[in-house]
């Protein structure tokens, strides 16, 4: 494994401190190392927001976009660059708010590019309006009064969308955190991975019944393929399929293992159910994946059996006459 | 003999008005006349059968030296409805020659065309008119007797009779056309041989009916000698977008988001996709621009392509573009505005937007294309410009330009200029960070792309610091790069030709100053001036910013100055500001060209202050 020092660079790093993004971008910086990804490869592609400021802070190719369009530029890049490895670095608002369009069509064309989306519930950068995560009723400086409208679930918005791999990690759960952006970047398209970001300025504790030693094995169920669903101290609870519907067992009220739903990675209805499982018991890790050729693929195939033309043929075009003196 | 004809074909959409239209044109440059031609296609996508919404127009003018647009009232007038003669009877001359398709004007036809009961348009027509009617329907089934093809197929070769008519009168060889018609229609033997026979039989006609009193001999141009083919405007963006990347030795990367009139360079670069010409139907026009974007910063040569609702969203992009300081080519295909305004109409109501709708200090070049040919040097020229300034460049053409085609003489590889982008090559030395924003005697900063080892630089939206690119909020620093930027687009003057009046005369009374798809027109009607021996020159800018350096000179060796243009009045409000003269406007806004009567008399108008002033 490379030096993860090597893939930070000689900026300064300005973020409040206490705030979350600094654990993403440790381990951003870690998981470079560890894949020893060339640096004059890979480029990190933002929007605007301060989760947005990452590129700056990583030393390979990066791009501070606009805001909501990394996954535009993302899109215009690897199309003419397949050859580079590409990460996308997006907040809430920047991706699900003024950035959807392009968010949604990316997913649905499968550009390979992992996503690392902080959600923090909240718009940081211009000091704290409510975002579209936000839940219903958050009281904000744009929402004195508290929000209207039910909030996005954004696995479940990127599985609306078409998405091929939906994950979600957290900045307080380092190592699960560094297993989701491997995961994210070994994957064949485009990998969402929502990452939860506390913003302890203007949005404290937003995750905390998931993210805290004290409640998160309570309120966090840590999905791994082929295994069931448990959580609770010790594992000692569980999630069985009723139906359709997710219900959360006991495992002392003589329920097995074998009662449990069991994860599959693969199945994407119950990515769904996952997806929308948000209330006070909610899923980490790889929700769905799914390989599917990737959008840069499909149009290097296109591409590949046509025949470049030369400036003469170009010229020329199909049909010409000669005038003669 | 005439110096040059405008002729007119119109029909329902289905009659194969464009194929027939495309047919003469091409026909007509091969035999060394000079062409201009215009297709009008209906606004609507499928208006019924018959009615005006679904008529479609194509315009040709053909003839001598003198043909410098698809011209404005028709010599010649077919139409094979009575849709058609209602959509275009005012576009005859007095004296011309209206050619109509009897069948196309029964009682059915004229009530979808919307004429009242018992109305006889062409009965009225004929009292004023020269006119030749023929009932092409009963004509093509009486000469296709023999063919076992149904009678829906054999009405579908109306229009190649009337291309024989038409080929007749003019005096051209019928077996030029039969091989045309060989070319395009080769896949079905009985469907070719029904054209061919229907051709033969307008071609015929005209001797049984004795219409020898129509016969035309029409001027022909000198052309230069050399290969040709014909360019249709927006077809000419694309083949520029192409042919400069392979001089660059980039790829090229294109992204639109369809709007008409632009969508047709998409079509024509998408027909052309392969390694070296990528394109990106993007889901909209602010991710068009953005992911063009994407791909210069990969190292090709990006361009994007709209009109004027597409461009007010690319505004926020280009914004972008101009601090990022890489290359990018954008084009607007202008129409009637605001809004979705006149969607298939010419309008050039755009100008004021390219030059200053965005935000902040953001300068780009601004080219404008003037004819369809033209829009191959103007976007070639673009392209170098983006390249080697490393600036996002705007390229006005307009929805005239797009749908017009011309004769081109092609030009050889070499005579093209070259285009050398600054690519970086090799690290920098002793292991230093790599500077992206350092500039050159020119003010250009280095092209440094992903894959390039040692080179790896972060770049963005917020203020850069001088030469090493990070981010920097020092208030100096800011307006020494607002100022680099500027200068920067500036020095772009160096790419340009010197500016000249048509003839070269850079002084006299009256110079009217004209840019984009006006050209012929203007041209046309000052040329006539001239020939009557007034005192008047016509200019017409290629390069709208950053102003050339001589056209200060040129404007103050008149005694007036108008400015002709298809707006409310942009390009003079420019000329007056920059050069503190008093301009006069000569303005259009109705989603039309300029017509040569229209503009002879309010030349004329000016012309005579001058003599009185
Ligand atoms: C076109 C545009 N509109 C608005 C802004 C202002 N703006 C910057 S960041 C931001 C929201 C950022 O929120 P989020 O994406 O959640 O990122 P965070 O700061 O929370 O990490 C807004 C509205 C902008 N930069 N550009
Ligand atoms: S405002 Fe919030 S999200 Fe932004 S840096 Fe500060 S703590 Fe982090
Ligand atoms: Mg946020």
Same mark, same amino acid.
């Given at each position: 494994?490379?030096?993860?020092?090597?893939?930070?660079?000689?900026?300064?790093?300005?973020?409040?401190?206490?705030?979350?993004?600094?654990?993403?971008?440790?381990?951003?910086?870690?998981?470079?190392?560890?894949?020893?990804?060339?640096?004059?490869?890979?480029?990190?592609?933002?929007?605007?927001?301060?989760?947005?400021?990452?590129?700056?802070?990583?030393?390979?190719?990066?791009?501070?976009?606009?805001?909501?369009?990394?996954?535009?530029?993302?899109?215009?890049?690897?199309?003419?660059?397949?050859?580079?490895?590409?990460?996308?670095?997006?907040?809430?608002?920047?991706?699900?708010?003024?950035?959807?369009?392009?968010?949604?069509?990316?997913?649905?064309?499968?550009?390979?590019?992992?996503?690392?989306?902080?959600?923090?519930?909240?718009?940081?950068?211009?000091?704290?309006?409510?975002?579209?995560?936000?839940?219903?009723?958050?009281?904000?400086?744009?929402?004195?009064?508290?929000?209207?409208?039910?909030?996005?679930?954004?696995?479940?918005?990127?599985?609306?969308?078409?998405?091929?791999?939906?994950?979600?990690?957290?900045?307080?759960?380092?190592?699960?955190?560094?297993?989701?952006?491997?995961?994210?970047?070994?994957?064949?398209?485009?990998?969402?991975?929502?990452?939860?970001? %506390?913003?302890?300025?203007?949005?404290?504790?937003?995750?905390?019944?998931?993210?805290?030693?004290?409640?998160?094995?309570?309120?966090?169920?840590?999905?791994?393929?082929?295994?069931?669903?448990?959580?609770?101290?010790? %594992?000692?609870?569980?999630?069985?399929?009723?139906?359709?519907?997710?219900?959360?067992?006991?495992?002392?009220?003589?329920?097995?293992?074998?009662?449990?739903?069991?994860?599959?990675?693969?199945?994407?209805?119950?990515?769904?159910?996952?997806?929308?499982?948000?209330?006070?018991?909610?899923?980490?890790?790889?929700?769905?994946?799914? %390989?599917?050729?990737?959008?840069?693929?499909?149009?290097?195939?296109?591409?590949?059996?046509?025949?470049?033309?030369?400036?003469?043929?170009?010229?020329?075009?199909?049909?010409?006459?000669?005038?003669?003196? | 003999?005439?110096?040059?004809?405008?002729?007119?074909? #119109?029909?329902?959409?289905?009659?194969?008005?464009?194929?027939?239209?495309?047919?003469?044109?091409?026909?007509?440059?091969?035999?060394?006349?000079?062409?201009?031609?215009?297709?009008?296609?209906?606004?609507?996508?499928?208006?019924?059968?018959?009615?005006?919404?679904?008529?479609?127009?194509?315009?040709?003018?053909?003839?001598?030296?003198?043909?410098?647009?698809?011209?404005?009232?028709?010599?010649?007038?077919?139409?094979?409805?009575?849709?058609?003669?209602?959509?275009?009877?005012?576009?005859?001359?007095?004296?011309?020659?209206?050619?109509?398709?009897?069948?196309?004007?029964?009682?059915?036809?004229?009530?979808?065309?919307?004429?009242?009961?018992?109305?006889?348009?062409?009965?009225?027509?004929?009292?004023?008119?020269?006119?030749?009617?023929?009932?092409?329907?009963?004509?093509?089934?009486?000469?296709?007797?023999?063919?076992?093809?149904?009678?829906?197929?054999?009405?579908?070769?109306?229009?190649?009779?009337?291309?024989?008519?038409?080929?007749?009168?003019?005096?051209?060889?019928?077996?030029?056309?039969?091989?045309?018609?060989?070319?395009?229609?080769?896949?079905?033997?009985?469907?070719?041989?029904?054209?061919?026979?229907?051709?033969?039989?307008?071609?015929?006609?005209?001797?049984?009916?004795?219409? #020898?009193?129509?016969?035309?001999?029409?001027?022909?141009?000198?052309?230069?000698?050399?290969?040709?083919?014909?360019?249709?405007?927006?077809?000419?963006?694309?083949?520029?977008?192409?042919?400069?990347?392979?001089?660059?030795?980039?790829?090229?990367?294109?992204?639109?988001?369809?709007?008409?009139?632009?969508?047709?360079?998409?079509?024509?670069?998408?027909?052309?996709?392969?390694?070296?010409?990528?394109?990106?139907?993007?889901?909209?026009?602010?991710?068009?621009?953005?992911?063009?974007?994407?791909?210069?910063?990969?190292?090709?040569?990006?361009?994007?392509?709209?009109?004027?609702?597409?461009?007010?969203?690319?505004?926020?992009?280009?914004?972008?573009?101009?601090?990022?300081?890489?290359?990018?080519?954008?084009?607007?295909?202008?129409?009637?505005?605001?809004?979705?305004?006149?969607?298939?109409?010419?309008?050039?109501?755009?100008?004021?937007?390219?030059?200053?709708?965005?935000?902040?200090?953001?300068?780009?070049?601004?080219?404008?294309?003037?004819?369809?040919?033209?829009?191959?040097?103007?976007?070639?020229?673009?392209?170098?410009?983006?390249?080697?300034?490393?600036?996002?460049?705007?390229?006005?053409?307009?929805?005239?330009?797009?749908?017009?085609?011309?004769?081109?003489?092609?030009?050889?590889?070499?005579?093209?200029?070259?285009?050398?982008?600054?690519?970086?090559?090799?690290?920098?030395?002793?292991?230093?960070?790599?500077?992206?924003?350092?500039?050159?005697?020119?003010?250009?900063?280095?092209?440094?792309?992903?894959?390039?080892?040692?080179?790896?630089?972060?770049?963005?939206?917020?203020?850069?610091?001088?030469?090493?690119?990070?981010?920097?909020?020092?208030?100096?620093?800011?307006?020494?790069?607002?100022?680099?930027?500027?200068?920067?687009?500036?020095?772009?003057?160096?790419?340009?030709?010197?500016?000249?009046?048509?003839?070269?005369?850079?002084?006299?009374?009256?110079?009217?100053?004209?840019?984009?798809?006006?050209?012929?027109?203007?041209?046309?009607?000052?040329?006539?001036?001239?020939?009557?021996?007034?005192?008047?020159?016509?200019?017409?800018?290629?390069?709208?910013?950053?102003?050339?350096?001589?056209?200060?000179?040129?404007?103050?060796?008149?005694?007036?100055?108008?400015?002709?243009?298809?707006?409310?009045?942009?390009?003079?409000?420019?000329?007056?500001?920059?050069?503190?003269?008093?301009?006069?406007?000569?303005?259009?806004?109705?989603?039309?060209?300029?017509?040569?009567?229209?503009?002879?008399?309010?030349?004329?108008?000016?012309?005579?202050?001058?003599?009185?002033?």
């Amino acid at each position: 494994m490379a030096n993860p020092r090597d893939y930070a660079s000689d900026q300064e790093v300005r973020w409040c401190p206490g705030c979350g993004d600094y654990s993403v971008l440790k381990q951003f910086h870690t998981v470079l190392a560890h894949l020893e990804l060339p640096r004059h490869k890979t480029v990190v592609v933002s929007g605007i927001g301060c989760s947005s400021r990452l590129p700056y802070y990583v030393n390979t190719f990066g791009v501070h976009s606009i805001h909501g369009r990394a996954t535009a530029f993302v899109t215009g890049l690897v199309l003419a660059r397949p050859d580079l490895d590409v990460w996308i670095v997006t907040g809430d608002g920047d991706a699900l708010s003024i950035g959807g369009n392009h968010l949604i069509h990316l997913l649905r064309r499968n550009v390979k590019a992992p996503i690392l989306l902080f959600n923090n519930e909240i718009y940081g950068l211009t000091k704290g309006q409510v975002s579209p995560t936000s839940p219903e009723g958050q009281v904000s400086k744009s929402s004195p009064d508290g929000a209207l409208g039910s909030p996005f679930m954004p696995p479940a918005l990127a599985l609306g969308a078409g998405a091929s791999f939906v994950a979600r990690a957290m900045d307080r759960d380092p190592e699960h955190l560094r297993l989701m952006m491997i995961r994210a970047h070994e994957h064949s398209g485009s990998a969402f991975l929502e990452i939860y970001q %506390n913003c302890n300025v203007f949005n404290d504790g937003a995750f905390h019944l998931f993210t805290e030693k004290e409640s998160r094995a309570h309120h966090s169920v840590y999905l791994t393929h082929g295994q069931p669903l448990l959580f609770g101290i010790e %594992n000692s609870m569980g999630i069985r399929l009723d139906g359709f519907t997710p219900r959360t067992v006991n495992l002392s009220d003589g329920y097995s293992h074998d009662d449990l739903w069991i994860h599959d990675e693969k199945d994407p209805i119950k990515a769904h159910l996952l997806a929308r499982m948000h209330q006070e018991i909610r899923p980490f890790g790889v929700l769905y994946a799914e %390989n599917r050729p990737s959008f840069q693929s499909l149009a290097q195939n296109l591409s590949s059996d046509k025949k470049a033309e030369s400036i003469e043929q170009l010229l020329q075009g199909s049909r010409t006459w000669i005038q003669s003196e | 003999m005439q110096s040059e004809v405008t002729v007119l074909f #119109a029909g329902d959409s289905g009659d194969g008005i464009q194929l027939i239209g495309n047919a003469f044109a091409q026909k007509s440059a091969e035999a060394g006349h000079s062409v201009s031609t215009f297709s009008d296609f209906p606004a609507e996508i499928r208006a019924p059968q018959g009615t005006v919404p679904g008529v479609s127009g194509f315009k040709l003018q053909f003839g001598g030296e003198s043909v410098y647009t698809a011209g404005d009232k028709a010599d010649v007038l077919v139409v094979m409805n009575a849709a058609a003669y209602k959509k275009y009877a005012g576009h005859l001359k007095p004296d011309g020659i209206l050619i109509a398709n009897e069948s196309g004007f029964d009682g059915r036809n004229l009530a979808l065309a919307g004429y009242d009961n018992g109305a006889e348009p062409l009965a009225e027509a004929r009292a004023s008119q020269r006119v030749i009617s023929v009932d092409i329907k009963k004509n093509v089934q009486a000469a296709l007797l023999e063919l076992p093809l149904g009678t829906a197929e054999k009405n579908r070769t109306k229009n190649m009779y009337v291309l024989g008519l038409l080929a007749w009168m003019y005096q051209r060889p019928a077996q030029d056309f039969e091989k045309y018609i060989q070319e395009k229609l080769a896949k079905s033997k009985n469907v070719l041989e029904a054209n061919q026979m229907a051709f033969r039989a307008g071609y015929g006609l005209a001797e049984t009916m004795e219409l #020898a009193a129509f016969k035309t001999e029409v001027s022909r141009a000198t052309p230069a000698p050399g290969v040709y083919r014909t360019l249709v405007g927006n077809q000419a963006v694309a083949l520029a977008l192409m042919v400069a990347a392979k001089k660059a030795n980039r790829p090229l990367f294109f992204a639109g988001y369809p709007i008409t009139p632009a969508s047709d360079i998409l079509h024509e670069l998408a027909r052309h996709r392969n390694s070296d010409c990528l394109t990106f139907q993007a889901e909209d026009e602010i991710a068009a621009a953005v992911a063009a974007l994407g791909a210069a910063f990969g190292g090709s040569l990006a361009a994007t392509a709209s009109s004027g609702p597409g461009i007010s969203l690319k505004s926020e992009a280009l914004g972008f573009a101009v601090t990022l300081e890489l290359p990018l080519v954008v084009i607007n295909v202008q129409r009637g505005g605001p809004s979705t305004g006149l969607p298939t109409k010419t309008e050039q109501s755009d100008l004021m937007q390219a030059l200053y709708g965005r935000h902040g200090e953001a300068q780009m070049p601004v080219l404008a294309a003037r004819s369809a040919t033209d829009a191959f040097e103007t976007v070639f020229l673009a392209a170098k410009i983006a390249l080697e300034a490393m600036t996002p460049v705007m390229v006005l053409s307009d929805g005239y330009i797009s749908n017009s085609a011309e004769a081109w003489l092609i030009p050889s590889e070499d005579e093209l200029p070259s285009i050398a982008p600054p690519m970086v090559d090799g690290t920098p030395a002793d292991g230093n960070p790599f500077e992206p924003f350092v500039r050159d005697a020119f003010g250009v900063r280095p092209w440094a792309c992903p894959g390039q080892e040692g080179l790896e630089h972060r770049i963005g939206g917020l203020e850069k610091e001088k030469n090493t690119g990070n981010i920097s909020y020092d208030p100096a620093n800011h307006e020494e790069m607002v100022m680099a930027r500027a200068a920067k687009v500036q020095a772009a003057t160096r790419f340009y030709s010197p500016t000249q009046t048509d003839s070269g005369n850079n002084s006299g009374d009256l110079l009217v100053v004209g840019w984009g798809g006006t050209y012929g027109s203007i041209k046309a009607v000052v040329e006539k001036l001239q020939g009557k021996h007034y005192s008047i020159e016509h200019v017409h800018l290629r390069h709208i910013h950053p102003l050339p350096e001589d056209f200060g000179n040129i404007l103050r060796g008149f005694k007036r100055v108008v400015v002709a243009e298809l707006n409310h009045g942009q390009l003079v409000n420019l000329i007056r500001s920059t050069y503190l003269i008093d301009a006069h406007r000569l303005t259009k806004i109705q989603g039309q060209p300029f017509e040569e009567a229209e503009l002879k008399s309010a030349l004329k108008t000016h012309l005579q202050a001058i003599q009185h002033g």
